[in-house]
């Protein structure tokens, strides 16, 4: 592989990774938000359950993908290293 398409990778996978965190951190943040509003009596308990559950599904799915993507950069690591033969056995 080529030096351009290896930057090319391993920026795709840090966009990939900061775009997961970000949406998990997001989500966290909305959950939050969620409980203020039934605390101050702008949501029911139906609504706030409904929302909760919706964010949640959608942090479970950002932290997949998120999981998804740094276990296939461990894996493209481990590839170049055997590869290049740097991973032992002389």
Partial sequence: MSIEGAILVWLAIGAGIAGG???VARSAVQIGSVA?????????????????????????????????????AIWFIFGMLLDNGLAGGG
Avoid: N
């Avoid at 509003?37 to 702008?42: H, L, N, P, T």
């Avoid at 949501?43 to 999981?67: D, N, R, S």
């Fill in 21 to 23: 965190v970000f949406l």
């Fill in 36 to 72: 203020y509003r039934v605390i101050e009596k702008q949501l029911t308990a139906k609504e706030a359950t409904q929302q909760t559950a919706i964010l949640t599904l959608g942090m479970a799915a950002a932290l997949l993908v998120t999981a998804l993507i740094a276990g296939y």
